[in-house]
């Protein structure tokens, strides 16, 4: 029975090109995934990310009005609305929870309004929202792969800037590094990411991509370079699973593969503490 | 320009409106062992984020090797009080340590083989060699003040200012540190800010005593009065070693 099922997904991943099409983009965005939310992770800024995340939205439902490309107003908005959550955190620190909080739900609000203004676009909003993977075009993918090799460039070539600004801030200051920049920049990374993921889960569902195949790289691994590497090949695993399981199912892509790596964490953790007590 | 590693003349500091440091003035010669000693929120920790660029005076001039703190922080090996990283960070000792031969155009995943010599010896050094492999997460208290003590060594830093090395660790390891410090005395000068006036004044060459303001500063001037002073009469046990 289930060889049967795992059969005709093979064969409509041989027919179907849109199969094809969001097998490739789940994997392309678990590149950008393993490698910006392993420091998510470790510096553990995953609430800010989440604010970025949403707040994209904004840019969208602007972009949208305007009449231009959505995911050129999605980058657009992503860089902007990093920045704004980096000068918020550097800026109002004490604050930081209540700013970000309020960054999240008008950016969302921004991005729901603008959308409800421009005529005939209603459906997208669920999309934008929860991704719709299956609709994923050659553009989206050509889009994704240059993010993808944009965002593993900058993360190579300032790597111990970046391991030592989320190692120790003070310290890395002490030795001269432009620590604001840095970190900066990483959240303009992080943004880029939640851009690279709308198109698979969504901007609502990304931050669990973002975070948990990354922290699950960290129950086996110790060191971040070989975190960074367990969590793309493990985010490339769930995405496919989960594209499987919604396929046969025929549920919700995005959603289908957030639940798959929800279970997967959960058994992760489970093991990793079973591990450690034993 | 003269000598001096550390000149500070005439600095208040306030802090939300609350004097924490009045006119101090302060200079550290080269070669100088000095331990700065005084009651909790006596004002050392605000002096040494002074020293170290992280604050500017409300009044009067600091300068480190002749320059602004800020410019030479480079040239200035820092051992805070508590590690301020995350202890679960993915990491080795080794890259812990390497961190001090950062530079702004650093750049790629490799440190130089110049690096790694330099790394290599000062673990040596401070006796963490055998541990160069382990994750951070996993050290005592000894032994992670040790990996802080070697990453601000292989900077190769002209003044070395530790923060508090005795709180966080065992008694027989602080000799141990200490002993360390006086060796590497021969070489860097160095700034020692501790509560614990009696351990400190074992090893240093001298002694400014702080509370707000600066009461003295050489270790024969360190008598029961000024510790009075300075602490009002609550010292149980002050242990003054005299060559």
Avoid at chain 1, 71 to 100: C, H, K, N, P, Q
Avoid at chain 1, 127 to 150: P, R
Avoid at chain 1, 225 to 241: D, E, N, P
């Amino acid at each position: 029975m289930t060889d049967g099922m795992h059969e005709s997904f093979w064969a409509a991943l041989i027919a179907f090109p849109f199969l094809q099409r969001a097998l490739l983009a789940g994997w392309l965005a678990s590149i950008g995934c393993g490698a910006i939310g392993s420091f998510v992770v470790v510096k553990r800024i995953g609430f800010l990310a989440g604010g970025i995340a949403h707040a994209v939205l904004g840019g969208m439902g602007i972009a949208l009005y305007l009449g231009f490309d959505p995911m050129a107003g999605a980058l657009l908005a992503a860089v902007f609305s990093a920045l704004l959550v980096g000068w918020v955190t550097l800026a109002w620190r004490e604050y930081e929870d209540t700013l970000i909080s309020a960054i999240w739900a008008v950016g969302m609000a921004v991005g729901v309004l603008f959308i409800a203004l421009t005529p005939g676009y209603d459906k997208d909003l669920m999309s934008y929202l929860f991704g719709n993977v299956l609709l994923v075009g050659k553009q989206d993918l050509l889009l994704m792969a240059g993010l993808d090799v944009l965002l593993v460039a900058i993360v190579a070539l300032w790597y111990r800037q970046f391991v030592a600004v989320a190692f120790d801030e003070r310290f890395a200051a002490q030795r001269g590094l432009r620590v604001k920049l840095v970190y900066l920049s990483l959240l303009v990374l992080v943004a880029m990411t939640v851009v690279l993921l709308i198109q698979v889960v969504g901007l609502i569902l990304v931050i669990a991509l973002l975070t948990l195949p990354s922290a699950m790289a960290a129950h086996y691994i110790r060191r971040l370079g070989g975190m960074i590497l367990l969590a793309m090949l493990i985010g490339m695993a769930l995405a496919s699973i989960g594209l499987l399981v919604s396929f046969q199912q025929d549920w919700p892509g995005g959603a289908t593969i957030i639940i798959v790596t929800g279970i997967a964490y959960l058994l992760s953790t489970l093991w990793h503490a079973w591990r450690q007590h034993r | 320009m003269s000598t001096a590693v550390v000149s500070i003349e005439h600095v208040d500091f306030d802090y939300n409106g609350l004097r924490v440091l009045e006119d101090v003035s302060l200079t550290v010669e080269q070669g100088e062992f000095l331990g700065i000693v005084g009651p909790n929120a006596g004002g050392k920790t605000t002096l040494l984020r002074l020293l170290l660029g992280e604050l500017k005076p409300d009044r009067g001039k600091v300068r480190v090797l002749g320059r602004k703190p800020a410019e030479a922080r480079q040239h200035v090996g820092y051992v805070p009080q508590y590690p301020l990283f995350q202890r679960d960070f993915p990491i080795t000792v080794e890259q812990v340590v390497l961190m001090g031969r950062l530079t702004p155009r650093s750049l790629g995943f490799r440190y130089t083989r110049e690096d790694h010599r330099v790394a290599e010896r000062v673990m040596e050094q401070v006796e963490i060699a055998d541990i160069a492999r382990r994750s951070i997460g996993r050290l005592s208290g000894g032994q992670t003040q040790r990996v802080l003590l070697a990453r601000a060594l292989v900077g190769e830093p002209s003044l070395l200012v530790l923060d508090e090395p005795t709180a966080n660790i065992d008694q027989r390891r602080e000799t141990d540190i200490f002993d360390l410090l006086r060796q590497l005395n021969e070489r860097i000068t160095i700034i020692v800010v501790s509560h614990d006036i009696g351990f400190i004044s074992a090893y240093v060459n001298r002694v400014a005593c702080l509370n707000r303001t600066l009461l003295c500063h050489s270790t024969a001037e360190l008598d029961a009065d000024t510790i009075t002073r300075m602490y009002g009469g609550h010292v149980h046990h002050v242990e003054h070693v005299h060559d």
